[in-house]
C-alpha cells in the first residue's frame, strides 16, 4: 500500500489549495481516507476524514466550513480543498487509510509521506 501526498505549498492568508492523495494498494472504497496535520513541535492532530463511500465525513472544529473533504473512487484519490487559509494552518499535512471513520491518528494502517503547507505573506 503506498499513499503519495501532494499539493502542498506557500500561500498568502486567505488563499487556496487544494491537496490530493493518491492510493495504490487499497481496494478503491473499501478504506476511510483522513488527513491530519503537524506542525513543529506539536502533536499530530486531526483534519477530516471521508467514509469509504463518501457517504460520511468528519471535521475538526479549527478548520469547518473553510476545508472540504472529497474522494475519487475510480481516480483512488482523496482531496482536501482548503479555503480561507490562516497562518495557524502551516504545517505538514498527512494523508491516511483506516478501515472505519476514526479521528485518532492511533487507528490509521496506513499514512503517506506528507506535504508542507505554508500560510504566510
Known amino acids: 500500500v503506498q499513499l503519495q501526498a501532494s499539493g502542498g505549498g506557500l500561500v498568502q492568508p486567505g488563499g487556496s489549495l487544494r491537496l490530493s492523495c493518491a492510493a495504490s494498494g487499497l481496494t478503491p472504497g473499501s478504506y476511510a481516507m483522513g488527513w491530519f496535520r503537524q506542525a513543529p513541535g506539536k502533536e499530530r492532530d486531526f483534519v477530516a476524514v471521508?467514509?469509504?463511500?463518501?457517504?460520511?465525513?468528519d471535521y475538526a472544529d479549527s478548520v469547518k466550513g473553510r476545508f472540504t473533504i472529497s474522494r475519487d473512487n475510480a481516480k483512488s484519490t482523496v482531496y482536501l480543498q482548503m479555503n480561507s487559509l490562516k497562518p495557524e494552518d502551516t504545517a505538514v499535512y498527512y494523508c491516511?487509510?483506516?478501515?472505519?471513520?476514526?479521528?485518532?491518528?492511533?487507528?490509521?494502517?496506513?499514512w503517506g509521506q506528507g506535504t508542507q503547507v505554508t500560510v504566510s505573506s
Open positions: 491516511a487509510a483506516s478501515r472505519r471513520l476514526e479521528v485518532a491518528a492511533g487507528l490509521y494502517d496506513y
Open positions: 471521508i467514509s469509504g463511500r463518501s457517504y460520511s465525513t
